[in-house]
């Protein structure tokens, strides 16, 4: 089944254990983005990339880290949590065009709670 | 003006009418149109693209009015698993920058028996 999987769907942590939220996805795209949702400002992407070894910040990428040393895997790291990154992050990969043909695929989500 | 524009609703809807709502968007450049439907928590899922000369699937419409720049949504026969959020989401410009689409805040809309 065509899917894109993040883990784990649901964490909670202390403020500045560094923690990594897994994306893979087994469709062969070649664009892969994060976005946090939050109530009130809707999704934001953090991060993306277009292919492997490169990415670019998005509109939030400050207290985040990504890495795409693989085509299928786009890992969200984030090296001190604090408690403004508690959120709803999803992971999105696309075909081609960066989604602009076709729109995203979306991962379950991660539920990413921040004391 | 803000890239993506929606009314958050809620929108409360009797079962089986029609409901319609609109978003703005302020990139005139802008491309690649869709409307997503999320449910509570979850992740949002593509409903339908929208093209130039509008498109139907089902009991759902998708309209775009470049002029205008808005782009609009029609469900007609509204059942209770139509209650959801949907989200008007638009490509970025392209270039330097953020890139991919912008999604807007949603509305909110919810089916009554």
């Known amino acids: 089944e065509a899917q894109v999987t993040q883990n784990p769907r649901y964490l909670i942590t202390v403020t500045g254990k560094k923690l990594t939220v897994t994306c893979s996805q087994n469709?062969?795209?070649?664009?892969m983005s994060w976005y946090r949702q939050d109530p009130g400002l809707g999704l934001r992407q953090i991060y993306y990339?277009?292919?492997?070894?490169?990415?670019d910040k998005g509109d939030v990428p400050e207290g985040y880290k990504v890495s795409r040393k693989e085509k299928r895997n786009f890992p969200l790291i984030l090296e001190s949590p604090s408690p403004n990154q508690t959120s709803l992050y999803f992971c999105?990969?696309?075909?081609?065009?960066?989604?602009?043909?076709?729109?995203?695929?979306f991962g379950s989500g991660t539920r990413l709670t921040v004391v | 003006r803000k890239e993506v524009e929606q009314d958050p609703g809620p929108f409360n809807v009797p079962e089986g009418a029609t409901v319609a709502f609109n978003c703005t968007y302020s990139?005139?450049?802008?491309?690649?149109f869709f409307w997503y439907r999320q449910d509570c928590r979850k992740e949002p899922k593509l409903l339908m693209s929208?093209?130039?000369s509008g498109n139907e699937d089902g009991r759902f419409t998708a309209q775009l009015n470049r002029a205008s720049q808005y782009i609009s949504l029609l469900i007609r026969d509204s059942k209770l698993s139509d209650s959801a959020t949907y989200l008007c989401?638009?490509?970025?410009?392209?270039?330097?920058?953020?890139?991919?689409?912008?999604f807007g805040k949603g509305t909110h809309l919810i089916i009554q028996p």
């Open positions: 999105a990969s696309s075909q081609y065009n960066r989604g602009l043909d076709y729109g995203y695929t």
């Open positions: 469709m062969n795209h070649e664009y």
């Open positions: 990339s277009m292919n492997v070894e490169v990415t």
């Open positions: 990139n005139s450049a802008s491309q690649s």
């Open positions: 929208v093209y130039s």
């Open positions: 989401v638009v490509n970025r410009s392209a270039g330097g920058g953020a890139d991919g689409l912008t």
